[in-house]
């Protein structure tokens, strides 16, 4: 048994809400009927977009006149593939769904083969049919259908999501494995708590036609994905981080409960009880890992650097998603590392560090309108006294507080311009 110390409450790092469970949750709510009696989440952009959205067309029916329905998605991937399938499928109204350029020409085609098949009239304003949409609502018609599902979860679980208002239902066949399994598997059990029949199998997924019902008490947990992060905080210090209302992995529907398991590689210890958890850095350091993260990808950018900042080399397989996310994740990681003096090899599918750095000057490290390159670099400040990150209110799609948070850990946050410094406030604090 490790010895930990007494939960702290005045030192605790305060998470936001789960996006994806959140997200999911508002999908279900709307459809429930239960839409406007759902919190504010005012610490994600993400939630706060698709919720400005949904109640954009649940409200379609006061806007007279208005011959479009604009939903403006910003920069948000999970909110455009969500939003665009709850419009398709909801009658009554034409929808222009855009974003941030970036946005736009992120792949669809997964997705929206799917939702024509099912009667779906989508038209792409961009490129090659890319977006902004034009989405005309109608009543859509269930059946069989087939998608890709080494593309990503979230064309899955948007399906899921509004399969239940179709006729008939759904009954979807998955052509290649399914990447990031976890997101479909909390998508079916968020829907389960509203009364939907899911069945979720290796080859494919049947959701029953039916109504949503909103359960009583559903709490939205707090984000696994973002405390990534002070895991990898904890990977740095020998001093022990707190962190509020997180539950165990074994009590969590979020995939990135795994988080947990990846960091005991790096020595990184976790015990939960009802205020949250602590962690601790206990065991020796390795000179070698690898990870196979096919199913929590976003976890890259903090265990890389951790692993990094740790002399500890790697190879991540399973990453090649993250060419689709915000940025291309692989080549942001690689091209930041370089300029830390840190040569990364990427691959297709692989991410790895031999070994080996030169010496560089103090640079600015870019952040690609991308929260987690963001947070998982500022964290390496508890290893190099000092890092500048560009464009620190990236952070905000996914975690407004983040800055606030840091001086927990014996980091000072000063801006200057676009640029956050984050400094060791104590160096070996």
Not at 42 to 62: E, G, H, P, R
Request: charged share 25%; with cysteine.
């Amino acid at each position: 048994m490790f010895p930990f110390f007494p939960y702290n409450p005045q030192r605790a790092i305060h998470l936001p809400v789960s996006k994806s469970i959140g997200a999911r949750y508002l999908v279900a709510s709307f459809f429930a009927g239960t839409l406007k009696d759902c919190p504010e989440f005012t610490d994600c952009d993400d939630l706060k977009v698709i919720q400005k959205a949904l109640l954009s067309i649940l409200n379609k029916d006061s806007l007279f006149g208005a011959e479009t329905i604009n939903l403006d998605i910003h920069a948000s991937g999970t909110a455009f593939r969500f939003v665009t399938a709850v419009a398709a499928s909801t009658p009554g109204a034409t929808f222009l769904v855009t974003g941030t350029p970036r946005l736009c020409s992120r792949p669809m085609s997964p997705l929206l083969d799917v939702l024509r098949k099912a009667g779906a009239e989508i038209d792409g304003l961009g490129e090659n049919g890319t977006g902004p949409y034009m989405v005309k609502g109608i009543n859509l018609k269930g059946g069989d259908f087939e998608i890709r599902g080494d593309v990503s979860s979230q064309f899955i679980s948007a399906l899921m999501l509004v399969a239940p208002t179709w006729e008939n239902g759904m009954r979807l066949r998955f052509t290649t494995p399914l990447v990031s399994r976890p997101y479909a598997e909390m998508t079916a059990e968020v829907m389960r708590k509203f009364g939907i029949e899911v069945c979720l199998s290796e080859t494919g997924v049947e959701v029953k036609q039916g109504a949503y019902t909103a359960p009583s008490g559903f709490k939205v947990e707090a984000d696994w994905s973002a405390a990534g992060f002070f895991y990898e905080a904890a990977a740095f210090k020998l001093t022990q981080v707190n962190i509020a209302g997180l539950v165990s992995p074994e009590e969590s529907l979020q995939g990135d409960a795994a988080t947990a398991k990846f960091f005991e590689k790096l020595g990184v210890v976790s015990r939960f009880g009802e205020e949250g958890a602590r962690i601790m850095r206990y065991e020796e350091l390795p000179d070698y890992l690898e990870a196979d993260l096919t199913d929590n990808p976003d976890l890259a950018p903090a265990f890389a650097v951790a692993c990094v900042f740790n002399a500890s080399r790697f190879k991540f397989t399973g990453v090649r998603n993250l060419r689709l996310k915000e940025c291309d994740r692989l080549a942001a990681i690689q091209t930041e590392f370089d300029k830390l003096g840190y040569p990364i090899d990427v691959s297709d599918d692989t991410i790895e560090w031999r070994g080996g750095a030169w010496s560089v000057d103090s640079p600015v490290i870019e952040t690609y309108d991308d929260h987690r390159i963001a947070m998982a670099f500022a964290i390496a400040a508890l290893r190099l006294s000092e890092i500048r990150i560009k464009c620190p209110d990236v952070v905000n799609k996914s975690f407004e507080d983040f800055w606030n948070q840091l001086p927990k850990l014996g980091l000072t946050c000063r801006r200057e311009g676009d640029i956050m410094i984050v400094k060791q406030e104590n160096p070996g604090w």
